[in-house]
């Protein structure tokens, strides 16, 4: 029987999917340091991760390794170089988690706008003591402008959510998206800048890559209106959180809501002592039924990868679909 990692702690009926065909070596415990990671994936056909860095190093420690399977849609936790020259395929999940990532967005730029977070905390602290015409001024999201940054699948789903708020929807992506989906969603292609120039809300959903490190910096908060939101659902380094602490201090912007962070599980201490900021442990995909949904599809890939199930030799998301069929190197 071919022998796989599971990384982390995932559903245990998915765990029992893979053990109809492989050997599992399961880590239910606490996320593995890279040593620990790269010691138990070297006698490893193929292993299933969540965000888990796998590098150069950790694929050379392990000869048999052929497929890495990582349950999510972002996949900037593989150096898809080593895998490429090391013949490794990658896969990922896509698609499945669109439509709750797009809710969540949602909610996190509607808990920015109307000051959700720092309202509740507020109460909760027994602060309430009468109603006040100027009590947590927000700004309205109907009629207002929608500025979406990566105009993917998630980006799309989002922007689609925009018609029932009668917003104006602009975009700007690494290349424009098909002409029939901007009729469709009503959405206008434009520059960085003048996105952030215009839009009341600005949403980030675009994959990270090194280019697009502090997409959002200083420079980029400077252009947006003073009362607009900022909101990150996409990856921790595309905004400069400590940028973005001082803009939020400064009002330089009206608010922000993030769901990830630069080093994340640790954040930036200051984010903690902005009230204008809506702040989430990256959960924008989950809901049961998404979670359950990329664990299986993550398995899918794996069990298909190892030419194993009915899809055999035909994962569904490969990355790298090149290194398919050739040997380890
Ligand atoms: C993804 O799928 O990339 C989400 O961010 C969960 O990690």
Redesign the pocket.
């Known amino acids: 029987m071919q022998k796989i990692l599971v990384a982390r702690p995932i559903f245990p009926d998915v765990i029992e999917r893979l053990k109809q065909y492989f050997d599992v070596d399961w880590n239910q415990g606490e996320v593995m340091p890279a040593d620990e990671l790269t010691r138990r994936l070297a006698d490893k056909d193929g292993a299933l991760t969540?965000?888990d860095p796998v590098g150069a190093a950790a694929l050379a420690a392990a000869p048999r390794l052929r497929v890495v399977s990582n349950?999510?849609?972002?996949?900037n936790n593989f150096d898809m170089a080593a895998f490429n020259a090391s013949n490794v395929l990658g896969t990922?999940?896509p698609d499945v988690?669109n439509e709750s990532?797009a809710d969540f967005g949602w909610a996190l730029m509607m808990a920015a706008a109307r000051r959700l977070a720092e309202s509740e905390h507020w109460l909760r602290a027994g602060k309430w003591q009468k109603w006040a015409y100027d009590g947590f001024l927000g700004s309205d999201l109907y009629g207002s402008t929608l500025g979406v940054v990566g105009m993917g699948r998630i980006g799309q789903a989002l922007a689609r959510r925009a018609k029932g708020f009668n917003m104006q929807v602009i975009y700007h992506n690494r290349s424009r998206v098909a002409l029939e989906i901007e009729a469709e969603l009503n959405a206008e292609y434009v520059s960085k800048q003048d996105l952030l120039r215009r839009a009341d809300h600005v949403v980030l959903v675009l994959p990270y890559t090194k280019e697009n490190h502090h997409t959002i910096g200083a420079a980029e908060l400077a252009l947006m209106k003073p009362s607009a939101t900022l909101t990150n659902?996409?990856?921790g380094g595309i905004v400069d959180d400590a940028a973005l602490v001082e803009a939020l201090r400064s009002k330089r912007i009206a608010a922000a809501g993030l769901d990830?962070f630069e080093g994340e599980p640790k954040l930036n201490p200051d984010l903690l002592t902005v009230p204008n900021i809506v702040l989430t442990p990256?959960i924008?995909?989950a809901t049961e039924a998404t979670r359950r949904a990329?664990a299986n599809l993550a398995a899918d890939n794996l069990i298909a990868a190892l030419g194993e199930g009915p899809r055999a030799g035909r994962p569904p998301n490969p990355i790298n679909p090149d290194v398919i069929g050739k040997a380890r190197s």
């Open positions: 969540a965000g349950m999510a849609v972002g996949y990922n999940t988690l990532t659902i996409a990856r990830v990256h924008a995909s990329m």
